[in-house]
Structure formats: C-alpha cells, structure tokens
C-alpha cells in the first residue's frame, strides 16, 4: 500500500520527467551515461540523442506499446530498435544493471557484492516464442522465467526456458550464472519444488548451501514465507512493466534483453531518488 511519503516522493519524481513517468531524470541520466557508446573518432558525427534513445526503449516496455507505435518525439522507430539490439549484443544492458544493483547495495549500508540469494520462477504466456511449453501446474503455454535475486530483492540473474522445463532443471543454469558473475553467493533459498537430488548435487559441486523453506504441516489459507516473498515481490515489480507481463518477443535474447531494462529502470530510479 501506498503510504504519503511515498506518494511525495513519486510526484517529485515526476515533476522532473519530461512527458512520461518511464523518462531518465537529471539524476539518473547522470548514473548511466558514462556506460553507454562514446561516439567514434571518425566518420560521420554522431546524430542519434542517446537519452531519448533510453528514454524511448523505457517507454516501450513501461507501456506495453510495439516498436511501431512509439511516439515520434523520440525519433524514428528503427533507430531506437537498432541500437536496443546494438546495447544488447554488447551486454550494456547487462553492465548497467549490475553497477545500479552494487550502487543500490552500497548505499542500503551492505557489501556491494552480495553473499545470499533467493531463487523461484514464473511461468508466462509467450504467443511469439520461438519455442515454447506446457506448464501443466499453472495450465499455461509459454514461457518460463528462472531468476535469483538478493535478499533485498535486486535480479542477480534470469534464465529463460520453455514452460514445461521444471522449476529445479531451470535452476541449475541460474547457479553456473550465479556463481560466474557473483562468485561471493553461497547461500541460496527456495521453496519445496528445488528439493531435487540432481540440483542438490550441482549446489554441493558449485560450494552453494540451499535452504528450502516449507510450508508448515498444519498451514491452513494463505502465509507468508519470508524469503520466497521477497522473490515473488520481485516478480510484481517485473509485471508492473507491461511488456512483460506476458513474454512478446519470438527471441530469448530480446526477452532477456527486455526484463534488464525494466530491472535496472527500477534500481536506476531508486538509486536516483532514495
């Protein structure tokens, strides 16, 4: 819920945006801008404005709306889809969200390299995908987001995987991630369906300790367990951008592509404006 500081602090925010609330302020431009392309030594000048080409990929999947419907302020569709695949090929998306997310973890009084993990998955529909599966559970055809995150909730890292791949096969690529790109994680929650004696040996071999919380035996309704919560929060901060409330993108690295832009809007802003 809503609380009235907090409600001040999104209008404030507001204010310093240009037309809609996905746009770079002052602030967070000022965050990223160092990580994005120096224009070349020779050739051409560069023409392109770089923070409305950002402000426009932010539109677009804050809004839900296809490439050929962004506004014309931000300039002709085809550039800002050029150079949203030019950054993804490049892993800047990648870049900029794991400097936002050990900015973010500084500033909350923490090591900036995080030491414990949470890991679930969420099954969406994926009308577009190249591949896709059945996940019989959730009765839905898509796709399947496999991530980790740290205990305060920040994505470490997301694996995409057909529907019907299960929740403890997905795992096991999110913990060769994991421990490649945040090698001081060692401790990793999840709930009951990663209980699997071919994941329990991969967290032996990768030096990880997995702690599955369960439900109590006498649980009756709904209850909140405290750390697969703060995965499941991550997952409504990840919906709230509409484009990703279901999976559009026929590609993997286009989908992949798509949740880092919304993951590090979120961190980018937060940071920006604690």
Known sequence: MWTEQSRGRMAKIAKKTKRYPSDLTDEEWEQIAPLLPKPGRRGRPREVDFREVINAMRHLVRSGCGWRMLPIHFGGWQ???????????????????????????????????????????????APQAETRGYDAAKKIVGRKRHIAVDTDGRLLMVNLTPADISDSAGAQAILDGVRKRWPWVKHLFADGAYDRLKLMDKTARLDFVVEIIRRSDDQKGFEVLPRPWVVKRSFGWMTRWRRLVRDYEKRVDVSHAMILVAMNGNLIRRNAHS
């Open 79 to 125: 550039t800002v889809y050029g150079w949203f695949r030019e950054l993804a090929r490049r892993f800047l998306f990648q870049t900029i969200h794991d400097v936002a997310l050990m900015l973010g973890r500084g500033r909350a009084g923490r090591e900036t390299s995080p030491t414990a993990g949470v890991i679930d998955s969420q099954s969406v529909k």
